[in-house]
């Protein structure tokens, strides 16, 4: 099981930018992708951004072009740096690890096939 502990959110202006940080641990052979995926109250979780580890991305329509996931193989880390913030950006954020699966699981459009979760951070964006 892949641990993941994420931090660096907060609370920004409409137009401002943040940048999440997620260090994960227990990494297995078949740990293929990481995901940043978030959760808005009322809303269903839904993906952000993912990378697989040889650095193929997807993106949510709604934040192409404004956020970026990028990853530290040597640290075991993956950020997201999100800019140009909307107050509908506001949500708690996650980050999660694919293992095992097809290539293409690793994608925003498939938020079950992620099992490993961390404990989110809150991102609080205000007009």
């Known amino acids: 099981q892949v641990q993941l502990v994420e931090s660096g959110g907060g609370s920004v202006q409409a137009g401002g930018s943040l940048r999440l940080s997620c260090a994960a641990s227990g990494y297995t052979t078949s740990t293929s992708c990481l995901g940043w995926f978030r959760q808005a109250p009322g809303k269903e979780r839904e993906g952000v951004a993912t990378i697989t580890r040889n650095g193929g991305t997807t993106y949510a329509d709604s934040v192409q072009g404004r956020f970026t996931i990028s990853q530290d193989g040597a640290k075991n880390t993956v950020s997201l740096e999100m800019n140009s913030l909307k107050p509908e950006d506001t949500a708690m954020y996650y980050c999660?690890?694919?293992?095992?699966?097809?290539?293409?699981?690793?994608?925003?459009?498939?938020?079950?096939?992620?099992?490993?979760w961390g404990r989110g951070t809150q991102v609080t964006v205000s007009s």
């Open positions: 999660a690890a694919l293992s095992g699966g097809f290539p293409s699981w690793c994608s925003v459009r498939y938020v079950a096939s992620f099992a490993d």
